[in-house]
């Protein structure tokens, strides 16, 4: 018996940050994504052999534990090691598993696209499909969020597992006594194609530790710092914006809340930006994008650029005389799903 699952990846279109408790605790928060068609997989395989093996095959990175209920949270795969512990000790009655585990991912870490929520979101689906777990969506998402802030003390957001779980366009409602509110957005397909035509990824070759961002805006939140804080009052404004019109099919308002969300998301926290992504990001207008972002809590991975598709051909055929790498994503309307083999 095979057990495999995955979850998709997301752009983070507007919001982000208003996410991070310190923030949704005090004022609410509201992010905009969508899932695109990259994913993050795990593969299961059971066995009587009382060990348990980690094999992420991106990071050519293996590990190798006894089957103990309980196995340390190293540096190297932790994300693996912390899951395990939690299906364990809360669904599984304490009782060890047995099993090699394989994972890999369509981007890299620090991409900005959410790949560490995601990879948590498909390791606890192989787990609900191995083990017939009754985790519905916000089961899942609350579960991988619980892993990553609380068990393993990550720093981050709340959007990212949510996405990957529920797949789709979704506009997030987070308030402070921990409710989630998932409001799938129900696009007329030719506003997701023309969305699709009007975009392009461009991995800029920077890996960024979120985590150090992340800190910062939890700081300068915390602190009241006043710049911070009305900055991420304008992201979250900036999501609603974005959320009525892409539901109106209105473009033109569309790249305004990209580039007025990223102009306030600069001012959250120092390092979201820098020399170089700035530099990228003129020439990218420079060369027929309208506005553009980085995904994510930022300081690199990837950046998202809107454009007339009328010059999309001439932006990546620019955009690639960078040292980086130019990707036209597609949307995916389906979250995490898993699937089991049993003739293999």
Not at 16 to 38: E, P, S
Not at 124 to 153: H, M, Q, T
Not at 161 to 184: H, K, L, W
Not at 244 to 251: I, N, S, T, Y
């Amino acid at each position: 018996m095979i057990i495999r699952a995955k979850a998709p990846l997301r752009l983070g279109l507007a919001g982000g940050g208003t996410d991070i408790a310190a923030y949704y605790n005090v004022y609410g928060g509201n992010v905009l994504n969508a899932t695109v068609d990259m994913y993050s997989y795990c593969i299961i395989e059971p066995s009587d052999e009382r060990k348990i093996v980690f094999i992420a095959s991106d990071l050519e990175v293996a590990e190798e534990y006894h089957a103990d209920a309980n196995i340390p949270a190293n540096k190297t795969l932790p994300l693996h090691s912390g899951v395990y512990n939690r299906i364990v000790a809360d669904y599984n009655g304490g009782r060890p598993l047995s099993f090699t585990m394989t994972t890999y991912s369509d981007a890299p870490a620090g991409s900005g696209l959410g790949s560490s929520s995601t990879m948590v979101v498909a390791i606890i689906k192989a787990f609900v499909e191995w083990l017939n777990l009754p985790l519905g969506e916000y089961d899942i998402a609350s579960l991988a969020y619980k892993i990553e802030r609380v068990d393993l003390n990550l720093a981050g957001g709340k959007q990212d597992q949510y996405a990957a779980t529920f797949g789709g366009f979704n506009f997030m409602e987070f308030y402070s006594d921990e409710r989630v509110i998932v409001n799938p957005l129900r696009l007329k397909r030719w506003i997701r194609n023309e969305l699709e035509a009007s975009l392009v990824l461009y991995y800029t070759g920077i890996s960024r530790e979120s985590g150090n961002i992340i800190n910062q805006q939890i700081e300068n939140t915390n602190k009241k710092n006043k710049s911070s804080v009305d900055n991420m009052h304008e992201m979250k404004k900036q999501a609603v914006f974005m959320k009525e019109a892409l539901l109106k099919g209105d473009m033109k308002t569309f790249s305004d809340c990209l580039l007025r969300g990223w102009l306030a998301k600069k001012h959250t926290a120092d390092s979201i930006t820098n020399p170089f992504l700035d530099e990228l990001y003129r020439y990218a207008l420079d060369n027929g994008a309208e506005s553009a972002k980085i995904s994510g809590a930022g300081g690199g991975g990837f950046m998202m650029i809107y454009c007339d598709p009328r010059n999309r051909v001439r932006l990546i055929r620019a955009m690639k005389n960078k040292a980086g790498t130019a990707l036209t994503p597609s949307f995916t309307e389906t979250g995490t799903q898993a699937w089991t083999l049993f003739n293999r």
